[in-house]
Each structure stands twice: as C-alpha cells, then as structure tokens.
C-alpha cells in the first residue's frame, strides 16, 4: 500500500478534470502506482474516498465546482472540504484536494492547462511528502 495512489474525479466536468488528472499522472513520480475511479459529481468523491481508504493510504480527489445563481456552490465546496480534511486525520491518509471552487468555467479551464495545472501541483505535493 505504502506507493499507491487513488486519483478520484469527477466526470462532470470532463474535459477540464482529465486535463487535471493527466496533469497529476505527468507530474507523479514513477514509484507510484496510480489507479483512477471516476464519480459523477464532486459530492461523490468523499464517498468513493471513504469505500477505499484502506486498500489506499493516499488520495487525489479531482473535481471543479462552479459558483450558480443559489447558495449551493458555498454548501457543497465547504461539505466536500471539510469531508476530505475529516477522513484524513481520522483515519490517517493523505487525500490531496484538487478540488477547484471558481466563478467560471474559464477560471477553472485556466488552473488545468499544460502551464498551470492544479493537478501537476498536487502530484508535487505528494511527491515532495513521501520521497524526501
């Protein structure tokens, strides 16, 4: 278990979460052992998280959320935040949070190009964590 990575996203966007996804697996170092399980939306991803922390110890939870007209851009960006933060200290995983909560969705075509790719800095993240 100790080099597997669970990358967990979201279809809902689909364009802009695989060029995050493709993202992370190019900016992972090659130790690791990367297997994808996709969600409908970004709500989904605590729950398939949650089925498969112990098969895993760390996750990417890849998802854009984007701001409409109600209040449930600031429910679900909060719920899925504090979800992922509550699943990682109880039960002593690492869940990296590519979760992107933006406006647009150029704001969140812009943070998954080849220059800035959110999902790039997540596999940094584990990178620098667990091979220094």
């Known amino acids: 278990m100790k080099n597997k990575i669970a990358i967990v996203h979201s279809d809902y966007y689909q364009d802009i979460s695989q060029s995050l996804v493709d993202g992370f697996m190019k900016s992972i170092h090659t130790s690791f052992d990367c297997n994808t399980y996709n969600v409908e939306g970004s ?4 729950y398939k998280i949650n089925t498969l ?10 998802g854009i959320i984007v701001k409409g ?6 429910y679900l960006s909060s719920a899925i935040a504090n979800a992922l933060l509550s699943m990682t200290t109880a039960n002593n995983v690492y869940i990296s949070n590519c979760v992107l909560n933006v406006q647009n969705l150029q704001q969140a ?3 998954a190009t080849e220059e ?10 584990i990178n620098n964590l667990f091979l220094t």
Do not use: C, M, P, Q
């Open 53 to 62: 922390i112990g098969e895993y110890d760390k996750f990417v939870a890849i």
């Open 43 to 46: 709500w989904e991803l605590v």
């Open 69 to 74: 007209e109600t209040d449930h851009y600031e």
């Open 109 to 111: 075509e812009n943070r």
């Open 116 to 125: 800035r790719n959110k999902g790039s800095e997540s596999a940094n993240a």
